[in-house]
């Protein structure tokens, strides 16, 4: 569906809208796939089996959580959230097959959430040809925000990989700018975007890049080329796991550089655990990773007086399943969040364009528990665009440098001036419908 198209059936369906509103009184009404007068059904797709599924499978849980909190206390305009979220095992083929289930079967209104570049991929065309809402992937491909004119229903959430390798660059170039850089990059457009990041800042530090195909679990060859070319400072574009491998091998090659891993890869008490499990009980805890360095753009279980932690901790203390609060159950909290204040926004009897266009038209203004604000325009798609720079010690972080901001296009790196939301008192947002 073209650009102009889509916004001739948002004019028309939101007139439809404010008559049936005014006809009725204000009544919920049954107004898109997915919309009852008293529900709102949301899909999502997840590893939750698989190679993937440590860490990842948490993010779900800690939506549901925050999804039941909200309906506990009313919903959206009385409406309740129904939550589906699929297993796909981080296998691109079964992403298919589930988002399918979802849009076809389930009927669902939007699909939010889903997770990996490579798996979210594979329905980016569907859900776009579909017109279903595909909101906040869990990823930081540029693939779901920087092109709206060619996937106008996908909308980036968290920092993508291209801004976080330019704030990491220009921290190199500034902290270190003797070191010999190599790069550890998973071989997709997770690791094509953070190194094209990266290169705008300190492309004549870097003395080789090595990549990882995804399931080959033997990075031997990789990091004994990083080693043999004299990196001193290895950059790391990779999942958990693989952070990990990283260090298990390196510790085998008496290989001791300065790490710093891309955000996505660094949660101390996951990587942990690999590394116990990896090992087989020879390396029992992160200690390997003291030292190493990273990003972020939310706040952290370790931060317990950060309002939006304890308010969190609250919420999964009560509608939690089993298990503690962790980064990723954090995640998607904040991601949950998020979708709270655009289906608010969206207004009283949503349709799939009403809430696309609601996201473009306001959703710049929006404050939660990111550090930085959202990108959204017509224009852009994108997420936050803003990372602090931390230190891993033991299974927390310590800051070293302050949030900064960029974008991708050019956009210069400046230093984040705006104070940090807390969360309101109920931890619901209360944003006002968009009216156009």
């Known amino acids: 569906m073209s650009r102009s198209s889509r916004?001739?059936?948002?004019?028309?369906?939101?007139?439809?809208?404010?008559?049936?509103?005014?006809?009725?009184?204000?009544?919920?009404?049954a107004s898109d796939v997915g919309i009852t007068e008293?529900?709102?059904?949301?899909?999502a797709h997840y590893p939750l089996t698989g190679v993937a599924a440590p860490g990842y499978s948490e993010i779900p849980t800690?939506?549901?959580?925050?999804?039941?909190?909200?309906?506990?206390?009313?919903?959206?305009?009385?409406r309740q959230i129904e939550y589906i979220y699929r297993d796909d095992a981080y296998n691109p083929t079964n992403t298919s097959t589930v988002v399918n289930q979802l849009v076809l079967e389930d009927e669902v209104f939007a699909v939010v959430?889903?997770?990996g570049t490579p798996t979210h991929s594979a329905v980016l065309d569907f859900l776009n040809a579909e017109g279903v809402p595909d909101l906040f992937v869990s990823s930081g491909?540029?693939?779901?925000?920087?092109?709206?004119?060619?996937?106008?229903?996908?909308?980036?959430?968290?920092?993508?990989?291209?801004?976080?390798?330019?704030?990491?660059?220009?921290?190199i170039a500034n902290e270190f700018p003797d070191a010999k850089v190599g790069l550890f990059l998973q071989d997709d457009d997770f690791g094509e975007d953070g190194e094209a990041g990266i290169r705008e800042y300190i492309d004549d530090q870097i003395v080789a890049a090595e990549r990882y195909t995804p399931g080959n679990t033997n990075v031997g060859p990789q990091i004994a080329a990083l080693q043999a070319a004299g990196a001193?400072?290895?950059?790391?574009?990779?999942?958990?796991?693989?952070?990990?491998?990283?260090?298990?091998?390196?510790?085998q090659l008496g290989y001791t550089p300065q790490w710093f891993y891309s955000n996505v890869g660094s949660d101390p008490n996951l990587v942990g655990s690999l590394l116990n499990r990896f090992s087989e009980g020879k390396v029992s805890d992160a200690s390997l990773l003291d030292g190493a360095l990273t990003t972020g753009y939310l706040p952290t279980v370790d931060m317990t007086d950060n309002p939006w932690i304890q308010q969190f901790q609250e919420i999964w203390d009560a509608h939690g399943g089993d298990g503690e609060l962790t980064n990723y159950r954090v995640y998607g909290m904040a991601m949950a969040y998020t979708t709270i204040q655009a289906l608010q926004a969206a207004g009283q009897n949503p349709t799939r364009d009403g809430l696309v266009e609601a996201i473009?038209?306001?959703?710049?203004?929006w404050e939660g528990p990111v550090f930085a604000p959202f990108r959204y325009s017509e224009e852009s798609h994108m997420g936050t665009g803003?990372?602090?720079?931390?230190?891993?010690?033991?299974?927390?972080?310590?800051?070293?440098?302050?949030?900064?901001?960029?974008?991708?296009?050019?956009?210069?790196?400046?230093?984040?001036?705006?104070?940090?939301?807390?969360?309101?008192?109920?931890?619901?947002?209360?944003?006002?419908?968009?009216?156009?």
């Open 232 to 251: 001193d400072f290895v950059v790391g574009f990779n999942v958990p796991s693989y952070t990990a491998l990283s260090q298990l091998t390196a510790l």
């Open 141 to 171: 491909s540029l693939l779901w925000g920087e092109d709206p004119e060619t996937n106008p229903y996908t909308f980036g959430w968290q920092t993508d990989y291209e801004s976080e390798g330019k704030i990491i660059g220009e921290y």
């Open 386 to 436: 803003g990372m602090t720079i931390e230190r891993i010690v033991g299974t927390g972080s310590e800051e070293v440098q302050p949030i900064r901001t960029t974008d991708i296009n050019g956009g210069e790196i400046e230093e984040f001036d705006g104070e940090a939301a807390t969360p309101p008192e109920n931890g619901i947002p209360d944003e006002e419908a968009y009216e156009g």
């Open 7 to 29: 916004r001739l059936v948002s004019v028309l369906a939101a007139a439809t809208v404010v008559s049936t509103i005014a006809a009725c009184g204000g009544e919920n009404e």
């Open 38 to 43: 008293d529900s709102i059904k949301i899909g």
């Open 62 to 78: 800690g939506v549901q959580a925050y999804f039941d909190y909200v309906n506990e206390n009313g919903g959206v305009y009385d």
């Open 360 to 365: 473009e038209q306001v959703g710049a203004d």
């Open 113 to 115: 959430g889903g997770l």
